[in-house]
């Protein structure tokens, strides 16, 4: 099997990022965003979905978050969808369910080159540290749509804005790795009737 790895940079007059990812690996995280809490979610999800992850991102924060977070999941999507490659060989779908003390949430993917986002989450509290919680739509969004992922996250219940939040990124993490590992009975091939993904 080749290596599914891939490195991706941007850089516009708002932000400078840079990731690697490894599909193969084992959960490890190398991220700095200038987010405490972010940077928190996105070692939670690596280290749950078993993929390596290195990000650097330099944002404009001195305006807000907004900028560092939508385009920290565009770099993302895009170095993920490039490392997948023609998606051939995936097992394509994945779900989880994951709680988190009285929260549940579920996610359901679809790594097909067909990216949507269904979002079915809401927050009690505007801010969980110093971050504005709507910007995680953001972020789901943009990883989304740049990696070619059909994304369903819902929030069943919960109380705690941090337990909503991570349960959500652990059960991405979770039906991520089910959807992306290699499934040996389709011999390479794509798991899809038009051949192609």
């Known amino acids: 099997m080749t290596a599914r790895y891939a490195r991706y940079a941007r850089e516009t007059k708002e932000t400078k990022i840079s990731a690697a990812v490894n599909l193969d690996g084992g959960g490890l995280a190398k991220v700095s965003t200038g987010i405490g809490f972010f940077d928190h979610?996105?070692?939670?999800?690596?280290?749950?979905?078993?993929?390596?992850?290195?990000?650097?991102?330099k944002g404009d924060l001195h305006i807000d978050m907004h900028h560092t977070v939508e385009?920290?999941?565009?770099?993302?999507?895009?170095?993920?969808?490039?490392?997948l490659g023609d998606f051939a060989g995936i097992r394509r779908f994945g779900q989880a369910y994951?709680?988190?003390?009285?929260?549940?949430?579920r996610v359901a993917v679809d790594f097909a080159n067909r990216p949507y986002l269904v979002w079915k989450v809401n927050f009690l509290r505007p801010k969980v540290g110093d971050m504005d919680t709507e910007l995680f739509k953001e972020w789901f969004h943009a990883f989304a749509m740049?990696?070619?992922?059909?994304?369903?996250?819902?929030?069943?219940?919960?109380e705690n804005t941090h337990h909503?939040?991570?349960?959500?990124?652990?059960?991405?993490?979770?039906?991520?790795?089910?959807?992306?590992?290699?499934?040996?009975?389709?011999?390479?091939?794509?798991?899809?009737?038009?051949?192609?993904?």
């Open 41 to 57: 979610m996105l070692e939670s999800f690596a280290k749950h979905s078993a993929v390596d992850w290195t990000v650097e991102t």
């Open 98 to 105: 994951v709680p988190m003390d009285e929260t549940l949430s």
């Open 71 to 83: 385009d920290t999941g565009i770099v993302m999507g895009l170095a993920f969808k490039q490392a």
């Open 164 to 197: 909503i939040i991570e349960s959500c990124f652990k059960a991405l993490a979770r039906s991520t790795r089910q959807a992306i590992e290699i499934d040996p009975r389709l011999n390479g091939a794509a798991a899809s009737t038009k051949g192609v993904l």
């Open 146 to 158: 740049n990696s070619g992922a059909c994304v369903h996250v819902e929030n069943l219940y919960g």
